[in-house]
């Protein structure tokens, strides 16, 4: 019984197996479906009953889910701890956590995250290697972008108190911190205009804040555009077939989905795989 409920649970190349994954995806798209119309005061007016009810068939439903996904897995911790377990788990927490918070009920939109299994089952895990080596350029990244933000941040600090000392409270710059979130906001080219410079010299400042903003944007892009160009060639160089060789000029070391030589242009004699 234990295997059987595995291979519907956790397997997807089975019949079985496909419809209860599309079922459960159904389930999860109706279940967030019902918190969002339930979130506008209209349909909650009107149907808050009825919603609550279903939001906790839901919940039940999903609850059983998890139950099962533990009780046949034979790696129980493996499935807890990773990402589908944690996200699993997340799924149905609010519901009973809505009992001391109520608000907490709408933290169930985590569930869409479950989506993602439509990957595994229209067999588009392809894409997943596309996401991860995104994932993989970020990481490489992360010390120079963090270099950068805390760069950022100092630049930040001294458009605020420029633009507090230049303004002052009486106009609307009560305070450095306020000042500070004047500047995020500008330099952010969000621009909500709830305090705003009135001097000559403190609308010199804000112009410049709000080029220097337009900066900020693309330092990020470039190291991260140049991370991602370097995952691509580390991938493409580990895809590439060293078994390929030039009729030509008999030079190997070619990319793995090449048939022209990369160095003279003739046709690569492809020497079938050792594997």
């Given at each position: 019984m234990q295997k059987?409920?595995?291979?519907?649970?956790?397997?997807?190349?089975?019949?079985?197996?496909?419809?209860f994954d599309v079922t459960l995806i159904v389930l999860i798209?109706?279940?967030v479906t019902a918190v969002l119309l339930d979130s506008v005061a209209g349909y909650h007016a009107q149907y808050g009953e009825f919603l609550y009810r279903l939001e906790?068939?839901?919940?039940?439903?999903?609850?059983?889910?998890?139950?099962?996904?533990l009780y046949s897995t034979s790696e129980k911790r493996a499935y807890i701890f990773s990402f589908y377990g944690i996200i699993d788990l997340l799924s149905?927490?609010?519901?009973?956590?809505?009992?001391?918070?109520?608000?907490?009920v709408y933290l169930v939109v985590i569930r869409i995250?479950?989506?993602?299994?439509i990957f595994r089952i229209l067999k588009l895990l392809r894409y997943m290697g596309e996401a991860n080596m995104l994932y993989l350029a970020l990481l490489q990244a992360r010390r120079k972008i963090l270099v950068f933000l805390f760069s950022v941040i100092n630049i930040i600090i001294i458009f605020g108190a420029l633009i507090f000392i230049i303004e002052g409270p009486e106009h609307g710059f009560n305070n450095i911190p306020q000042s500070i979130y004047w500047a995020i906001v500008t330099i952010t080219t969000v621009g909500y205009?709830?305090?705003?410079?009135?001097?000559?010299l403190g609308q010199f400042v804000a112009a410049i804040a709000m080029i220097s903003g337009y900066a900020f944007i693309a330092v990020p892009t470039g190291i991260i555009g140049a991370e991602l160009m370097q995952q691509v060639r580390q991938r493409t160089q580990a895809?590439?077939?060293?078994?390929?060789?030039?009729?030509?000029?008999?030079?190997?070391?070619?990319?793995?989905?090449a048939f022209h030589c990369k160095?003279?242009?003739?046709l690569l004699n492809k020497k079938p795989s050792s594997s």
């Amino acid at each position: 019984m234990q295997k059987i409920i595995y291979d519907i649970i956790f397997g997807y190349e089975s019949r079985v197996g496909k419809i209860f994954d599309v079922t459960l995806i159904v389930l999860i798209i109706s279940s967030v479906t019902a918190v969002l119309l339930d979130s506008v005061a209209g349909y909650h007016a009107q149907y808050g009953e009825f919603l609550y009810r279903l939001e906790w068939l839901f919940t039940i439903l999903f609850t059983i889910e998890y139950g099962l996904r533990l009780y046949s897995t034979s790696e129980k911790r493996a499935y807890i701890f990773s990402f589908y377990g944690i996200i699993d788990l997340l799924s149905i927490l609010p519901t009973y956590i809505a009992f001391l918070f109520p608000s907490a009920v709408y933290l169930v939109v985590i569930r869409i995250m479950r989506v993602l299994r439509i990957f595994r089952i229209l067999k588009l895990l392809r894409y997943m290697g596309e996401a991860n080596m995104l994932y993989l350029a970020l990481l490489q990244a992360r010390r120079k972008i963090l270099v950068f933000l805390f760069s950022v941040i100092n630049i930040i600090i001294i458009f605020g108190a420029l633009i507090f000392i230049i303004e002052g409270p009486e106009h609307g710059f009560n305070n450095i911190p306020q000042s500070i979130y004047w500047a995020i906001v500008t330099i952010t080219t969000v621009g909500y205009g709830d305090i705003a410079p009135q001097t000559p010299l403190g609308q010199f400042v804000a112009a410049i804040a709000m080029i220097s903003g337009y900066a900020f944007i693309a330092v990020p892009t470039g190291i991260i555009g140049a991370e991602l160009m370097q995952q691509v060639r580390q991938r493409t160089q580990a895809q590439g077939n060293t078994d390929s060789e030039c009729v030509s000029c008999h030079s190997t070391g070619h990319d793995g989905d090449a048939f022209h030589c990369k160095y003279c242009g003739n046709l690569l004699n492809k020497k079938p795989s050792s594997s």
